[in-house]
């Protein structure tokens, strides 16, 4: 098992990306608490796991709220005494032409996606460097490496998560915390239906991938959980492209 015995906290992990990466976790053998606003897709993620024998709590909050973060960690380290691996999943998409963004879907899409992730950073560190040891995963997107038309605010939240990663890495590198990100293409998740229901958009996004398809979040599951865990002692700072090819064109 590569995560036997760690805690992790994962945001957004009621649906798509995240609730495959607590899934796996549990497999793995990590006690997980997963977060989001809703609380009906968390309690049936938590019950599946614990079903299957595993260990998870959900913990409904706002993560571009800094006291539902910090709510989010203490009821995580109260329910399974402390925080080895976080990973800042939850993210908005809501693509558009950048002369009808509104301060509103700015705010919303940089708050939940880079500021979001820094907070909960920002509230699990004094334990992860109190125990010497953690590892911070942030699912981030090709789209913080390459340009496509209505990804200026998820673009720009995107790359700046990817800087975040490399400044917290070379920061933390000698506390023993390793941060890294995971950069996916077009996944099959709930963030895109509505791109997957429009089939003359959704083939060309396909195709714009030399694999010819979407990724599963399984996949992108797979990638965090190498990043997370020891398999990937030595890697920090990395910006992991899991794209079907995506950005090697
Ligand atoms: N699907 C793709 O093609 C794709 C590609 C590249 C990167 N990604 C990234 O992968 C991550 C996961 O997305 P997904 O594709 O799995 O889509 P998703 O199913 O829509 O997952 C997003 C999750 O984030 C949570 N969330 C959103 N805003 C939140 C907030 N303010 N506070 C707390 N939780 C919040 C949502 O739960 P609530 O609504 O209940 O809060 C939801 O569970 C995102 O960061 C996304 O940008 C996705």
Redesign the pocket.
Known sequence: MKLKDRVALI??G?????AATARLFAEEGAAVAI????KA?LEEVVNEIQAAGGRAIAVS????ITEDCERMVEETVGAFGRIDVLVN?????MLAKADEISDEIWDEVVG??LS?AFRLIRAVLPGMVSQGAGSIVN?S??LGQTGMKGAAAYGASKAGLDQLTRVLAVEYADRGIRVNSVA????H????KSVRDHATRYEQLKERHPMGRFGT?DEIARAILHLASDEAAWTTGAVLSVDGGWTAV
């Open positions: 945001t957004g009621g649906t798509g990306i995240g977060t989001g606003r809703r897709p909050g706002d993560v571009s999943n939850a993210g908005r998409g939940t996606n979001g699912v997107s090709v996916p293409a077009w996944v998740t709930p963030m895109n979040p």
